[in-house]
C-alpha cells in the first residue's frame, strides 16, 4: 500500500506482520524469550543446585580458609575458638555454679559432655548468623551472576560443617584423655552429623530469605541463639536441671517438651555416641525418629521457602 505525502513522493507502508496485536508477554512467548531471572520450577531448581554441587563445595572451603587469613595463629582459630568457649563454660557453670551434677556417669563425664554439647551448638549458631547474612553480605556476587540463590546458604551451612570436623579432632582427644575409647556407637556419629548438617541447612535458607529483606535480623539473633543455648543443656544436664527438686522442680513433661527441641536431641544423640555411660534412658523416646523429623521438616520447608522468593534476591 502506498500514498502521496505533502512534497509528491511516494511513501510505501509496510506489509502488515503476523506479530501485529500481539501482546508483549504473547510476543515473547512466540518467539521462546523468558524472564531474566525468573523463578525456575521447584524440580528444575533442584537440578540447577546440583549442577553447581562443586561451586558449593569451593565456595565454602574458600570461605572457611579466609575466615581466620588475617590472624596471627590463622586455621588454629577453627578448633581455638570452641575450646575457648568450653573453658569459660567450664570454670562459670561447672566450677562456680556446679552444673556437673546430674551428668550420666558421673563428674567425671562432665568435661566431654561440655565439650560435645559447646561443638554441635556452635555448628548450628553460625549456620544460622551466617545464612542470616549469607545473601545480603553477597550482594555484588547475587547480581553479577546467575546461578541458583540456596548455593549460598547451604555452602556456608558446609563450611561450618567442615568446621566441626576439625574440632572433632580435638574431641577425640579430650575423649582418650578422659579414658572414652571407641566403641560401635562412633560409627552412629555419621548419620547425626548428616542429620544436623540438613536441619543447619534448612534453618540456615530460612533465615536467608528473612535476612535478605530485614538486615537488622543479624543484630536480633545472637540474644535468640543465646536463649535457645540456654534451653538446650549446653552446659548442663536438661533433664536434671529441670526437675530435680533441689534445681527447678519442674514437671516430667516439661522436661520432655524442652528436651525435644532439636539442638538438644542432636547433642544427647553425640554424647550418646561418644560416652558410653549416656544410654537410651538418658535420650528422648524415638530419638532417632524425632532427630529425623527435624532434619526433614526443616531440610524441605527451608529449600521451599526460599525457592519461593528467587526471583527477589539482590533486588530493590
Known sequence: ???????????????????DGLSPAELAAKHGLSVSGARPPLLAYVRQLWARRHFILAFSRAKLHAQYSQAKLGQVWQVATPLLNAAVYLLIFGYILGAK???PGGNKNYIPFLVIGVFLFTFTQQSVMTG????????GLVRALHFP???????????????????????????????????????????????????????????ARLGSKTPDLAQLMPFILRTWMYASGVMFPLHYMLTHPDRL??????ADVVAMNPIAVYMDLMRFCLIPDYTYDH?????????????LLFGVLGFVYFWKAEERYGRG
Open 101 to 103: 551434677d546430674g551428668v
Open 132 to 139: 542470616v547474612r549469607s545473601i545480603s553480605s553477597n550482594l
Open 149 to 207: 540463590r540456596a548455593s549460598l546458604p547451604i555452602s556456608f551451612a558446609l563450611q561450618q560443617l567442615q568446621q566441626l570436623l576439625y574440632s572433632m579432632i580435638v574431641l577425640v582427644v579430650i575423649l582418650f584423655a578422659f579414658r572414652e575409647f571407641p566403641t560401635w556407637r562412633w560409627l552412629l556419629v555419621v548419620p547425626v552429623l548428616a542429620l544436623q548438617f540438613v536441619f543447619n541447612s534448612g534453618i540456615a535458607l530460612i533465615m
Open 249 to 254: 522442680g519442674a514437671p516430667e513433661w516439661v
Open 283 to 295: 535420650l528422648v523416646p524415638q530419638v532417632w525418629l524425632v532427630a529425623g523429623g527435624w532434619a
Open 1 to 19: 500500500m502506498s500514498e502521496s505525502t505533502h512534497d509528491g513522493a511516494v511513501a510505501v507502508n509496510p506489509p502488515p506482520s503476523p506479530d
